[in-house]
């Protein structure tokens, strides 16, 4: 279980965040023809342009003005997702890899299908929830889809998430149990985010559902993902870092061309929920 945090820890893992943003960037040079490798930039950047319609509100007015900032985007095939895949998440130390969300092995990039030993498409929020599988929109959006082993997505499966479990292989740290799951402690705060984030994009408009995080695990197939309470404690306690930013930076430079506003205010959850 993912131990509490002090303010001085919190503080210090925002600076290392920082610190290492310069160095994931120039690490992450080699991308596919086409792609853009891009530094992230700071989220104060973003408050005079992109989120000033958003910037100094609370509640449902500023998830409102969110909504309406993050559906302005460019949406993917489903077969394009593997090729920005191998972008977004690819290894820092290895160019040729891509990190795999919940295990955090890396993985040849070439390794991608549905065999045992390859990776595939992870959507965080499972895509029952709410019956809207690969269709261009939630189904395609790479805010939150991720690579993960094929075994390891199968362990996953449509569970909501949750504290508490037991390890599989290849686990990487995470655990699951009969009705949840819960992300290796290095991810916590990014899954978080990412649920966040469909929440507020997904609001039943486009012949999408309604996508809403609550406090349940057992949600099948319903537009609901839990559990709440874990959720803020997740983005709380594992603040984004230089991966996960870079990541943000890439969808938005070259792929979808919006943000994910929670990696740039986490406390834009707080404001909200």
């Known amino acids: 279980m993912l131990a509490i945090r002090t303010g001085r820890r919190k503080a210090a893992a925002l600076a290392v965040a920082a610190a290492l943003t310069g160095l994931a960037a120039s690490s992450l040079t080699a991308t596919p023809a ?17 989120y000033k319609d958003a910037v100094g509100k609370t509640g449902d007015s500023l998830k409102s003005s969110l909504h309406t ?5 460019t949406k993917l095939s489903y077969d394009a ?11 820092p130390a290895d160019s040729g890899s891509v ?8 993985r040849s990039k070439a390794s991608n299908g549905g065999d045992t030993g390859d990776w595939n498409r992870e959507h965080v929020w499972a895509k029952s929830h709410g019956d809207f599988g690969t269709a261009t929109g939630p189904g395609t959006d790479i805010h939150h889809l991720r690579p993960e082993d094929v075994g390891v997505n199968s ?6 998430f949750d504290d508490g479990g037991s390890g599989f292989t290849d686990s990487g740290g ?19 985010r990412m649920i966040f984030y469909m929440a ?18 057992d949600n099948g197939s319903n537009p609901y ?3 709440l309470s874990v959720l803020k404690t997740w983005n709380d306690e594992d603040p984004p870092d230089a991966f996960e930013e870079r990541r943000n930076q890439v969808i938005y430079d070259t792929y979808q061309h919006n943000r994910n506003p929670f990696v740039d205010h986490p406390e834009w959850v707080e404001a909200i929920w």
Do not use: H
């Open 34 to 50: 086409g792609a853009t490798a891009t530094a992230p930039v700071a989220a104060a950047d973003y408050d005079d342009t992109y």
């Open 69 to 73: 900032i993050i559906s302005d985007q």
């Open 81 to 91: 997702v593997w090729d920005a895949l191998k972008t977004t998440d690819q290894d």
């Open 99 to 106: 990190i795999l969300l919940y295990s955090g092995l890396s």
């Open 155 to 160: 362990v996953r499966g449509n569970k909501d």
């Open 174 to 192: 995470s655990l699951t149990d009969s009705d949840s799951f819960e992300p290796r402690d290095a991810v916590k705060g990014d899954v978080a």
């Open 200 to 217: 507020v994009r997904y609001e039943g408009g486009e012949g999408f559902p309604d996508l809403e995080v609550n406090g349940s695990v």
């Open 225 to 227: 993902i839990g559990k």
